[in-house]
């Protein structure tokens, strides 16, 4: 069974940095599709950034390049999204997920729409103006 653990959130002010971190376990790390989402209050989820953990090529939102970074560490199991330039509306519950269908890997929109994706608990991060 897959399990994703996110850590790593929390509050800053506007301007700041946070790092995000998501440990999987109970599958094969390397050569799968793993990103980032979140939700603000009273939206819809939005895909933040995605990496493929065989090559490391990435995907971001229009939102967030160049200041957000999506990285990994395969001997740890572990994803991170580095934030960087923090804004108000960047505030909301992020989401760790994981697939195995590489394919995913290619857009937000595809790895938004995996059926069988695993996810995160979940972890907040606030940002104060």
């Known amino acids: 069974q897959v399990q994703l653990v996110e850590s790593g959130g929390g509050s800053v002010q506007a301007g700041g940095s946070l790092r995000l971190s998501c440990t999987a376990s109970g599958y094969t790390y390397s050569g799968n ?17 995605i990496i493929y953990t065989g090559a490391g090529t990435t995907v971001y939102a229009d939102s967030v390049k160049g200041r957000f970074t999506i990285s990994q560490d395969n001997a740890k199991n572990t994803v991170y999204l580095q934030m960087n330039g923090l804004r108000s509306e960047d505030t909301g519950m992020y989401y760790c997920a994981a697939s195995t269908q590489v394919f995913r890997c290619l857009s937000l929109d595809r790895l938004t729409d995996g059926e069988h994706n695993s996810w995160g608990q979940g972890i ?4 104060s103006s």
């Open 124 to 127: 907040l991060v606030t940002v």
């Open 33 to 49: 599709c793993m990103g980032w989402f979140r939700q603000a209050p009273g939206k819809g989820r939005e895909g933040v950034a």
